[in-house]
């Protein structure tokens, strides 16, 4: 059973970070093209990141590009988000995808980020 869990959510002000970590099983963790997406309310889900099978090559979104950082694990099977200076406008459900593109692959549950003072 393929699961992928996101943990490292949480409320954070404005300017601060947070570290997300995907925690895969059931899958060949180190074959997947890993990537993060985020969705807020009546907004439909956004790509916001992603990492080669073998972690040499990221992109961003132009929205996190340089605030964001992807990386992974593959001996512990596990995607991280580190997320500095964060704003209000990144205030979203997180989740972590397996597989490239928005379309088949494996989806996590998601994590809520909320930025507010």
């Known amino acids: 059973q393929v699961r992928l869990v996101e943990s490292g959510g949480g409320l954070v002000q404005p300017g601060g970070s947070l570290r997300l970590t995907c925690a895969a099983s059931g899958i060949l963790f180190g074959n997947f093209v890993m990537g993060w997406y985020r969705q807020a309310p009546g907004i439909e889900r956004e790509w916001v990141a992603s990492i080669t099978s073998d972690g040499r090559t990221t992109k961003y979104s132009d929205s996190v590009n340089g605030r964001f950082a992807i990386s992974r694990h593959n001996v512990r099977r596990n995607l991280y988000l580190q997320m500095n200076n964060l704003k209000p406008e990144d205030t979203a459900v997180y989740y972590c995808?397996?597989?490239?593109?928005?379309?088949?692959?494996?989806w996590g549950q998601g994590t809520q980020v909320t930025v507010s003072s």
């Open positions: 995808k397996a597989g490239p593109g928005r379309d088949g692959g494996y």
